[in-house]
């Protein structure tokens, strides 16, 4: 990934069309309002048709959940850190993540925008479907799992928000530390959001003896 100066302040001019570059911006709430009904509407339809209990329910969902860690984890450091020549290739890399690299602060484009969001997770939703069918003859497991991984990206969105707008709290210090890492000092490393789980099993968790030093990471904010 080839790296600019960041900018704390101001956004990325992404495309030259006012439309399209209205398109690659969004508010929280927004992707809030379409994901946490639908997700409750597929757990209550499929636990009605299907007459799944609880329990089975609760652990599918937070399986999913901890599934989403791993994606989120592979798809940073493999997708959205891809190293190509190719312009194409560039061009992807820099509309999906890099432009996050060079303005880390700008609001608007810290949760993915509604149109390429809901086309992701329909293209999820049909894979999860599809495998559900083929492994258990029921689309019902896959209604549930689907929530849940899309539960953990809520979760990741909003923490993802949260630590570049706002100080951490104390329980939660070592995912904001992590993540100013990767934007300020390691690029190449800590690349899981909201967990650290992956990065340690995979050797990719910055060093602990080297800490970014609070006053630095003040400055970052600012």
Known sequence: ??????????????????LLEMLTKTRPWVIFLIYIPTNITLVIYASLQFDYGLKMIAVLFFLAMICWTLFEYLVHRFLFHFETNHTIGRRLVYIFHENH???????????????????????????????????????????????????????????????????????????????????????????GVSSILWDKLFGTLPQTHKPMEKRELLENLQ
């Open 101 to 191: 690299h060079d303005f880390p602060r700008d609001k608007s484009r810290l949760f993915m925008p509604p149109v390429p969001s809901i086309l992701m997770s329909l293209i999820v939703f049909f894979l999860f479907y599809g495998l559900s069918l083929v492994f258990t003859g029921s689309g019902g497991y896959a209604m549930i799992f689907f929530s849940g991984f899309i539960s953990g990206y809520l979760v990741y969105v909003s923490l993802h928000y949260a630590i570049h707008s706002y100080t951490p709290p104390k329980y939660l210090k070592i995912l904001w530390r992590n993540h100013h890492l990767h934007h300020y000092k390691h690029p190449d490393k800590a690349f």
């Open 1 to 18: 990934m080839n790296y600019k100066p960041i900018n704390n302040k101001g956004q990325a001019r992404i495309f030259k069309n006012p």
